[in-house]
C-alpha cells in the first residue's frame, strides 16, 4: 500500500508542473507526457488484473513448478525469493526498461522497441492516407453539400454521409475488396507487398467514416458561417463565390473542424487494428493484438506507448495549426 | 458555375481511375513460387520454441526429425533408418548415412545428444522439456548410432520423437537456423510475418523444386478471398463450414477433407458438493447432480449431436465415441457414439431422484461454459436448449479462453464445452483422465473435471508401460468403453481438416493427415501460367 501511494505522490509531483507553467511548448511536452504516463499505466494495469499468465503460455500447461518459478524470475514477475512483484515493481521496471533500452518481449526475447519500430512506418502510413481521405473527401464533400444546400446533390451527398458514418470497417473493407480486387482486379487483395497500391483500399476503409463525419460538420459550420453579415457583404461587394466560400467561410468554419478531427485521430489509430487484420497490413495494431493474446506485457505496453506518443503528437500539432487558421487564437497570449 | 466545375472534376477523377484500371490490373497466381497462408503467426523457427500450429508446421520443414507420422499415424523412420529396443527403458536408434545441416556441416549422433540434452538446460525454458522428462540420457556411439535411457518405459516414445527436428550441436541463439530438412530458409521478412523457403538441394530424397512462401493472413474473410483471387496456392487453415460452402462453387479450387484429429467435448465437473457447500443450496444441488453417472448418461443422451453436425457443422464433422480419432490405430470401432434418446434421459434423472419441481417445472440448475467463437456458442446454446427440454434448467455462459482456462484449473466450472489439438496417441488419456493429472496446489493438470477411477488409473499406466500395438489398443479400448459408461466427458465430434489448393497450380498436392506440409517437399513444379477467369 505505501509503495502505492510513494508512487502516486512520485506521478502528482512529475505532473503539477504543468499548470504552472508559462511557457506553452513545456506545456503541451508535460501534458504529452502525462498522456502517455497514463496511456500505459492504464493497459499495464489491465494486462495484470486480466486472466492470464505468460509463464504459462510461454512453457505450456506441463510445466514443472521450478520451471515456471524460474521463468517468472526471468520475466521480473517475482523477485529472488519468489515473491510475485507488485504492479508499481512492475511499472518502474518497465520504466527502467525503456530508459535503458532494453525491455525484452516475454515470447519471443527481442527487444520490443525495435520490433515495434519495425511496425510503426506501416501504422503511421495507414493513419495518414485515411486522414488524407478524410480531409479530401470530407473537404470536397462538405463544401459541395453546403453551397446545394437542399438540392439534390446536397440529399445525395447527406445520404452518402450517412452510410459512410454508419458502415462499420469491418463490414465495409470486404465490400471494398470484393468490389476493387476480386471483381475490377484493380488492386492487390491483402499485405503490402504492392507499395501504395497495397494502401488504398486499407485507407479507403478506415478513412470513409471520417469523412462522412467531417463533410457534415463541414456542411454545417459553413451554412452557420455563410449565413453571416460579412458574408452577406462580400456577396454586395461583388466577389465571386468561389473566394467567398473558401477564402472567407472555410477558414472561418475550420476551428470546429479541426478540433474534431484531432480527436478523430486516435479513433483512427485504434482503428488500424481491425484494418490492418482484415487487409493483413502489417502494422502496430497486429503487433498489439498479438501480444495482447500472448500476455506479452512489455511489448503491448511498447505498442501502446509508441500509439499515445503519436496522438498526443498529432494533437499538439493541431493545436499550434489553430494559430494559423485563426491569428485571433494564438497559444502564448491565451496562456 | 464552380460548382458545376467541381462536379465535372470529380467525374473527370473517377473516369481517370476507372480507365487506369484496365491497363494496369493485378495479376495474382503468375509467381513462381508457392504461397502457403497461415493463420497464427510463426513465434520461432526453433524447434524448441516453435509453440504454435504455424510454427511447427514451418519448423518442420527445416529441422528434419528422427521419425515422422505417416497417413495412418503410425511412426515412420525419416532421418533415423532403423530403431532397436535393447530393452523397455533403452533404444538404439541408427541415422541415415551421408545426413547433411544446411550449412553442409554433417548431422551426427552428437546432435541427437545435443538436441535433446539441450532440453534439460533449466535456462532454455522450452515448451518441450516437461514433454521429454522421461528421457534420463541421450548418447552418442559413434557417428551413426545414439541410445536413448528412459527413466520409466514410455509407449509413445518414438511418437514423441517424431516432428520434433533435431538441431546443430554448433547452433547459437539468434542464428540463422541451420536445420536438415527438405527446405532451408531464405528471408523471414517479420515486418510483414512472410517466410521464404528456399529447396535444400543435398535432401537426402532429393531436393524439392519449388520455393515456399508462408505468409500470415488471421483473417479467415480475407483467406478466403486470397484464395478466391488465387493470391494463395494452399491454405491448411481454419475456414467456417458456411465459407467452405462458397469456396466449393469456385472451379480452380479444390477442397480436401481428410479425418480430424482433434477431439470436440462436454467436460462435466464430477467432483460433487464442496464440503463447504450450503446443503440447500443450488450449486450443492447441480455439483451433486452431476456426479451422479445416470445424470451425466441423461445429459448425453438428451443432445442430438448428429443434427449439430448436420446443421451447424455442414456435415464437416464426424461423431466421436472417445478422444481417440476414428482413422487412429488404436481406435476400437465396436465401440459406438451414443444415440440422442430423450425419452431414456427423462428416465435416467427420474433414477437419480431428481424430481421437476418448482414454478418452471425444472429438475436442477447447471451452466455450460463456452469460449466466444461463434460456432461453439451456437452449439452451446443447443446444448441447454435440449437440456431444458429434460428438466435441466440450463444457461450458457460464453467466457474469454484465458478466463475460461482458469477456472476449469481451479475445478470451479459446472458443464465446459471444449476441444482438444490433434490427439496423435492415446496416452493423452493420463494427462485427461487419470487421477494424477487432477490440478492441486497451482500445479497444472488435464483431469479437470476431476475424474477419479482406480480401475482407469491402472489401465492407462499398463497401457503406457506397454510396447505391443495390438496390446495396447485393446487396453485403451477398455478404457474408452469405461469412459463412455461413466462419462466424465460427453464425446462429441471429430472436425474434419479442410485443406484448399489451387488445383491449377498444385494439382498434385497430396495434403497430410496429420496436419504438416509435408506433401510440398515431393511436389512437382508448380504451374506459373495464371489460370483464366
Same mark, same amino acid.
Given at each position: ?18 499548470? =504552472?507553467l ?26 495484470? =488484473? ?12 506441463q ?19 519468489g ?77 452518402f ?9 469491418f ?15 484493380? =488492386?492487390?487483395?491483402?499485405g503490402?507487398?504492392?507499395g ?6 486499407p ?10 463525419m ?10 452557420e ?15 465571386r463565390?468561389r473566394?467567398?466560400?473558401?477564402k472567407h ?12 478531427f ?6 483512427v ?5 481491425i ?9 502496430l ?11 506479452d ?12 506518443i ?26 | 458555375?464552380?460548382h458545376a466545375? +467541381? ?9 481517370f481511375f ?19 497462408? +497461415?493463420?497464427?503467426?510463426v ?8 509453440t ?6 514451418? #519448423?518442420?520443414?527445416i529441422?528434419a ?28 536408434i541408427? !541415422? ?13 549422433a552428437?546432435d ?8 534439460k ?11 521429454f522428462?522421461?528421457i ?12 536413448f ?11 514423441d520423437l ?5 538441431i ?9 537456423p ?34 515456399v &512462401? ?7 474473410? #480475407? ?8 493470391? #494463395? ?5 481454419e ?10 462453387k469456385?472451379?480452380h ?7 480430424? !484429429? ?15 457447500d450450503r446443503?440447500?443450496?443450488? &450449486?450443492?444441488k447441480?455439483?451433486?447432480?452431476l456426479a451422479?453417472k ?11 449431436f ?8 455442414l ?9 481417440i480419432?476414428?482413422?487412429?490405430w ?14 431414456l ?5 427420474d433414477?437419480?431422484?431428481?424430481k ?5 417445472n ?17 452449439? @452451446?446454446h443447443?446444448?441447454?436448449?435440449? !437440456? ?24 470451479s ?7 482438444w489439438?490433434?490427439?496423435l496417441?492415446?496416452? +493423452? ?13 497451482g500445479?497444472?493438470?488435464g ?35 469405461? +469412459?463412455? @459408461? ?8 471429430h ?39
Open positions: 500500500m505505501s509503495s502505492w501511494c510513494i508512487f502516486i505522490v512520485a506521478l502528482l509531483l512529475i505532473l503539477s508542473p504543468i499548470s =504552472l508559462k511557457s506553452p511548448l513545456l506545456n503541451r511536452f508535460f501534458s504529452l507526457l502525462a498522456v502517455v504516463i497514463g496511456a500505459t499505466m492504464v493497459v499495464s494495469l489491465g494486462m495484470r =488484473l486480466a486472466p492470464g499468465d505468460p509463464v504459462h503460455y510461454v512453457l505450456g500447461d510445466a514443472l513448478e521450478a520451471s515456471k518459478d524460474s521463468l517468472a524470475k526471468e520475466l521480473r514477475l517475482r523477485d529472488l525469493s515473491k510475485e512483484l507488485s504492479f508499481v515493481e512492475q511499472y518502474s521496471s518497465f520504466i527502467k526498461g525503456l530508459l535503458r533500452n532494453d525491455l525484452k518481449s516475454f515470447v519471443s526475447g527481442k527487444n520490443t522497441f525495435s520490433a515495434a519500430w519495425e511496425k510503426l512506418p506501416y501504422t503511421v502510413a495507414l493513419a495518414l492516407g485515411a486522414m488524407l481521405v478524410a480531409l479530401v473527401f470530407g473537404t470536397l464533400f462538405g463544401i459541395f453539400a453546403a453551397a446545394f444546400f437542399h438540392r439534390w446533390p446536397d440529399h445525395l451527398l447527406s445520404i454521409a450517412l452510410i459512410g458514418i454508419s458502415l462499420p470497417s463490414f465495409l473493407a470486404p465490400l471494398l475488396l470484393i468490389f476493387f480486387s476480386l471483381t475490377l482486379k484493380l =488492386l492487390p487483395i491483402s503490402a507487398e504492392d501504395i497500391l497495397s494502401l488504398i483500399l485507407s479507403l476503409s478506415l478513412g470513409i467514416a471520417l469523412a462522412a467531417l463533410a457534415r460538420l463541414i456542411r454545417a459550420s459553413l451554412l458561417v455563410l449565413s453571416e453579415d460579412y458574408i452577406r457583404t462580400a456577396l454586395a461587394k461583388g466577389l463565390p473566394d467567398i466560400v473558401i467561410a472555410l477558414r472561418n468554419a475550420l476551428v470546429p473542424i479541426v478540433t474534431i484531432g480527436l478523430q485521430c486516435g479513433t489509430l485504434c482503428g488500424t487494428v484494418t490492418e487484420k482484415i487487409f493483413n497490413w502489417p502494422g495494431g497486429l503487433l498489439l493484438l498479438d501480444s495482447i493474446y500472448r500476455f506485457m512489455p511489448q503491448v505496453q511498447t505498442c501502446v506507448l509508441l500509439i499515445a503519436m496522438y498526443a503528437f498529432i494533437n499538439t500539432l493541431l493545436d499550434f495549426f489553430y494559430g494559423l487558421i485563426d491569428p485571433r487564437i494564438n497559444m502564448g497570449k491565451l496562456q | 458555375m464552380w466545375k +467541381l462536379f465535372m472534376m470529380l467525374l473527370g477523377a473517377g473516369i476507372g480507365a487506369c484500371g484496365s491497363s494496369c490490373r493485378i495479376t495474382e497466381g503468375d509467381k513462381p513460387y508457392i504461397r502457403v497462408v +497461415l493463420s497464427n503467426p513465434e520461432s523457427l526453433d524447434p524448441r520454441f516453435a504454435s500450429a504455424s510454427s511447427s508446421q514451418v #519448423t518442420a520443414l529441422f526429425a528422427l521419425f515422422e507420422i505417416s497417413d495412418d499415424l503410425s511412426v515412420v523412420p525419416y532421418l533415423a533408418e532403423k530403431v532397436e529396443a535393447l530393452n523397455d527403458l533403452t533404444f538404439k541408427r !541415422l541415415r548415412k551421408g545426413l547433411r545441416f544446411h550449412d553442409q556441416t554433417p548431422l551426427t552428437i541427437v545428444a545435443y538436441t535433446f540434452s539441450s532440453l538446460n533449466s535456462k532454455l525454458f522450452s515448451y518441450y522439456a516437461p514433454k522428462d522421461y534420463d540420457e541421450v548418447k552418442a556411439i559413434n557417428d551413426l548410432d545414439v541410445i535411457l528412459l527413466k520409466r518405459p514410455h509407449a509413445s516414445f518414438l511418437l517424431s516432428g520434433f527436428g533435431i546443430s550441436k554448433n547452433s547459437q541463439e539468434g542464428s540463422n541451420n536445420g536438415s530438412g527438405p527446405f532451408r530458409l531464405k528471408h523471414w521478412n517479420k515486418q510483414i510475418d512472410e517466410i521464404k523457403l528456399e529447396p535444400f538441394l543435398d535432401w537426402f530424397e532429393g531436393g524439392p523444386k519449388n520455393e &512462401v508462408f505468409s500470415l493472413v488471421r483473417d479467415e474473410n #480475407t483467406r478466403l478471398l486470397e484464395l478466391i483471387g488465387q493470391k #494463395t496456392d494452399l491454405c491448411d487453415s475456414i467456417s463450414p458456411q465459407n467452405l460452402l462458397k469456396l466449393k469456385e472451379k479450387l479444390k477442397i480436401v477433407e481428410l479425418p480430424g !484429429l482433434g477431439f470436440t467435448y462436454l467436460a462435466i465437473n464430477v467432483r460433487g458438493p464442496r464440503a463447504d446443503v440447500a443450496n443450488e &450449486v450443492h447441480t455439483r451433486k447432480a451422479n445416470k445424470v451425466r448418461q441423461a445429459i448425453a443422451h438428451a443432445i442430438d448428429d443434427k449439430i453436425i448436420d446443421r451447424l457443422y456435415g464437416f464433422a464426424d461423431r466421436a465415441s472417445g478422444l480419432p476414428n482413422s487412429h488404436a481406435k476400437d470401432e465396436n465401440i459406438k457414439p451414443l444415440i440422442f434418446a430423450p425419452h434421459s427423462e428416465g435416467l434423472l433414477e437419480a431422484g431428481l421437476r419441481e418448482g414454478p418452471k425444472m429438475r436442477f440448475k447447471v451452466e455450460i461454459a463456452s469460449i466466444p467463437s461463434a460456432i461453439r456458442k451456437n452449439a @452451446a443447443i446444448y441447454a436448449d435440449s !437440456l431444458q427440454k429434460i428438466g435441466i434448467d440450463a444457461r450458457v455462459r460464453i467466457k474469454d479462453w484465458t478466463a475460461l482456462y482458469r477456472e476449469m484449473q481451479q475445478g466450472f459446472e458443464i465446459v464445452s471444449s476441444h489439438i490433434p490427439v496417441d492415446p496416452d +493423452l488419456y493420463h494427462w485427461v483422465h487419470h487421477s494424477d493429472s487432477i490440478p492441486k496446489d500445479i497444472s493438470g483431469n479437470r473435471h476431476g475424474y477419479k477411477n482406480s480401475l482407469v488409473d491402472e489401465l492407462i499406466d499398463k497401457a503406457r508401460r506397454t510396447l505391443d500395438k495390438g496390446e495396447r489398443k485393446r487396453l485403451y479400448s477398455e478404457i474408452e468403453a469405461i +469412459l463412455l @459408461a461413466e462419462l466424465p466427458y460427453v464425446p462429441l465430434w472436425e474434419r481438416r479442410i485443406i484448399v489448393q489451387n488445383l491449377h497450380r498444385l494439382p498434385n498436392y497430396v495434403a497430410s493427415s496429420t496436419g504438416s506440409y509435408a506433401g510440398l517437399r515431393k511436389i512437382a513444379a508448380v504451374n506459373k501460367v495464371r489460370l483464366k477467369p
